[in-house]
């Protein structure tokens, strides 16, 4: 088993900062992709920013130049920085991970419970 956790979330006003983060544990032997998605009410759930499997950075074009993924590889963890922080971008935002189990060498592609973020004055 794979276990995600996000924290971080909140309410900001528009313009302002926040950042999550997502804990990975349990059966990991290697994570290969490790990204952010959001769905705000009535909408799909949509990637906001992810790791590939060779390591790069996907964004969607929506907060280009205003989230920044990163990673604790040692500690298993992501994050997400969110900067210039808009209403359209309240929603719950989800964690997810696809890599390969420890214990059964097979592939296994989790999910986080979602952490609500609220951009609102």
């Known amino acids: 088993q794979v276990w995600l956790v996000e924290s971080g979330g909140g309410l900001v006003h528009p313009g302002g900062s926040l950042r999550v983060s997502c804990a990975a544990s349990?059966?990991?032997?290697?994570?290969?992709?490790f990204g952010w998605y959001r769905q705000a009410p009535g909408k799909q759930r949509e990637l906001v920013a992810g790791f590939t499997s060779d390591g790069s950075t996907d964004y969607a074009d929506s907060v280009k130049g205003r989230f920044t993924i990163s990673r604790d590889n040692a500690k298993n963890t992501l994050y997400l920085q969110m900067n210039s922080l808009k209403p359209e971008d309240t929603a719950v935002y989800y964690c997810?991970?696809?890599?390969?189990?420890?214990?059964?060498?097979?592939?296994?592609?989790?999910w986080g419970r979602g952490t609500q973020v609220n951009v609102s004055s």
């Open positions: 997810q991970a696809t890599g390969i189990n420890i214990n059964t060498a097979r592939p296994f592609d989790s």
């Open positions: 349990g059966s990991i032997l290697r994570i290969n992709t």
